[in-house]
């Protein structure tokens, strides 16, 4: 069966630090990957996604990066973090054109202070 | 391009009542049709879906949702809420593509 991973579950950073959140995916092949993130109270904002290795597309202009060194890998990244984006990040996979679904790993609260 | 629309971003039930969240689309394709359900500092759980098989769709926890193509519409319904269903819930529509829309979100209370 197919399972998602993302980590760390919580992490608090200072303004201006590095950010690296992964999310792994197992049991698929060439999945479409996905990074979100929600403010408090807020709806689900699509930052990037990805449909294969060294693919991505971004849909908001802003400090994050994201990149997919593997398969079934998904990284988001920030060289300095500013206070806000501070929120929910969650990651999530589907395959392309079916319906699918997606599926969301745990999510991972990111505060900067 | 594809939508979502949820009316009321708070919706308030008694535990046994009937509980009814709304939703909309805008798609210009046939669309595939989620309700995803978040509990607090969780991940998003699927419902339920519409992938043009029967309109009447039924998903976990007792809770169904109709496709109505002439209203744009893909309501959730549970006939009687349970506190467990305190929960925000997110609608989404598919243009079978590689991206999903959702709406903004329903925040559901249930009042024992």
């Known amino acids: 069966s197919q399972t998602i991973h993302q980590w760390p579950a919580t992490l608090v950073q200072p303004v201006g630090s590095p950010l690296s959140l992964e999310c792994t995916v197992e049991g698929t092949s060439n999945p479409n990957l996905y990074w979100y993130r929600q403010a408090a109270g807020r709806g689900l904002q699509l930052l990037f996604y990805s449909v294969g290795i060294g693919q991505i597309s971004s849909e908001v202009p802003q400090n994050l990066s994201a990149s997919r060194p593997q398969d079934r890998q998904f990284i988001l990244s920030s060289k300095k973090l500013l206070l806000s984006d501070s929120g929910f990040y969650l990651c999530?996979?589907?395959?392309?054109?079916?319906?699918?679904?997606?599926?969301f790993g745990s999510g991972t609260r990111l505060t900067v202070v | 391009a594809q939508s979502v629309t949820q009316l009321g971003s708070h919706v308030s039930v008694s535990e046994g009542a009937l509980v009814l969240l709304r939703c909309n689309y805008s798609?210009?394709?046939?669309?595939?049709l989620f309700w995803y359900v978040q509990y607090p500092n969780q991940g998003l759980q699927l419902l339920l879906k519409?992938?043009?098989?029967?309109?009447l769709v039924k998903g976990i926890n007792g809770f169904e949702a109709e496709f109505k193509k002439s209203e744009t519409s893909f309501h959730l319904t549970k006939p009687s809420a349970h506190m467990s269903d305190a929960a925000e819930y997110f609608c989404a529509v598919s243009d079978r593509g590689n991206q999903f829309y959702f709406g903004t979100g329903t925040s559901l209370t249930v009042i024992p």
């Open positions: 519409y992938t043009s098989a029967a309109t």
């Open positions: 999530a996979w589907t395959v392309s054109g079916a319906g699918y679904g997606y599926t």
């Open positions: 798609s210009s394709v046939p669309p595939y």
